[in-house]
Nanobody, 115 residues
Framework: QVQLVESGGGLVQAGGSLRLSCAAS????????MGWYRQAPGKQRELVAG???????SYADSVKGRFTISKDNAKKMVYLQMNSLKPEDTGVYYC?????????WGQGTLVTVSS
């Protein structure tokens, strides 16, 4: 069964840190492009960070220098380390796996940053 399960969300004060985890099952992580997306209240879902099968990373301008995406192919885990959090980082964070036309989404984990 193909599944992505996120964890690690919660309530944090501005300036704090959180580490999100995404556990993948049923797919070979080494072949997929993995991404973290977020959806703020009333806004469209946006790409926050991505990592290719080869390990190349990319980030939205709004999180560069604060967020770090990483993965462990053997453990089938993808992580998003979020530092210096801001209230505008609040939203539901989703893990995504993509390979050509195939796409898998997790159920999301809520991150709330208070000012």
């Amino acid at each position: 069964q193909v599944q992505l399960v996120e964890s690690g969300g919660g309530l944090v004060q501005a300036g704090g840190s959180l580490r999100l985890s995404c556990a993948a099952s049923g797919i070979p992580l080494s072949l997929y492009v993995m991404g973290w997306y977020r959806q703020a209240p009333g806004k469209q879902r946006e790409l926050v960070a991505g990592i290719t099968s080869g390990g190349s990373r990319s980030y939205a301008d709004s999180v560069k220098g604060r967020f770090t995406i990483s993965k462990d192919n053997a453990k089938k885990m993808v992580y998003l380390q979020m530092n210096s959090l801001k209230p505008e980082d609040t939203g539901v964070y989703y893990c995504n796996a993509a390979l050509r036309s195939r796409e898998v989404w997790g159920q999301g984990t809520l991150v709330t940053v208070s000012s």
